[in-house]
DNA sequence: GATGTAATTGCAAATGGTTGCAATTAATAT
DNA sequence: ATATTAATTGCAACCATTTGCAATTACATC
């Protein structure tokens, strides 16, 4: 299911910056911040708008269809869900990023249920710390 | 140990907004933004700048004095580490904010070190979610 | 295909937060 | 008590992101 598809059925426009900030999110396998997918629109439509970029990206992390991160850079960075589901741990000294499956937080959903009632969503975390080359 | 002083051991100064911003974060239970604590240093001392808020409650997270926590509204929060140590689960419904003692996290620390020899910090988390009431 | 209308865009201004740099000042040595 | 000096502040400019509003436009209906 495409997410241009999904954003017609729940009843959004698909506008051609709408088309553009998903092709320039699908493009990449990582995630990618809003400055980097307006470069990107803006070789082919120069007259693109950050504000738009924005606004598609904050829609479609309500769809479900993008996942935020923010590796503690004041820079917010996304990607496609459907680029596999993961989380990220994030190093505090050298900056590495690397993904963790889904998997690793299952027990912990599952004890915030139990024990508070708690419906986390742990779809995307970032985790800090050190990692292992520089501990 | 009282935070001043943990200041002047490790060599930086004990300067009147330092303390300003100390007693500010310690005057609240919970968590606090910088505009919060700005406008409260304003009421005593009117030239109260609010960069250098920032740049004492950076210093404070730096030496594990302080933590800040980010519950999705673009606003950054900071409490005292010594008022407890504990997690935060944000209901993305109702807003709400509810205490997760730390010791519910132990389990996924140990596996991140077990697993992918990742020493993460989880001292101080936000988890998004669904709280009991809204679900 | 033309028309109506609500959703969307583009702009400019605002917000929360950060930074470079010259002026000031807390702590140290005298 | 004074002088020294590196740490800190205050300012203004900057950055990433958000928002209000008028102009535009994708889609639905005829």
Redesign the pocket.
Known sequence: MSCTKI??EK????????IMVVDALHSVETHI???EIFNKLKEKYP??????V???L?LLKELGLAAQIDIGD???RYHAKEHSKHHHLVCNKCGTIIDLPETELVPLEKALLRNCRFKADLSHLAIFGICSNCQ
């Open positions: 954003l017609l009843g959004y426009r698909v506008t051609p910056q709408r911040s809003a400055e007259y693109a708008n950050i504000s738009t924005y606004r598609t904050e004041g820079i917010a």
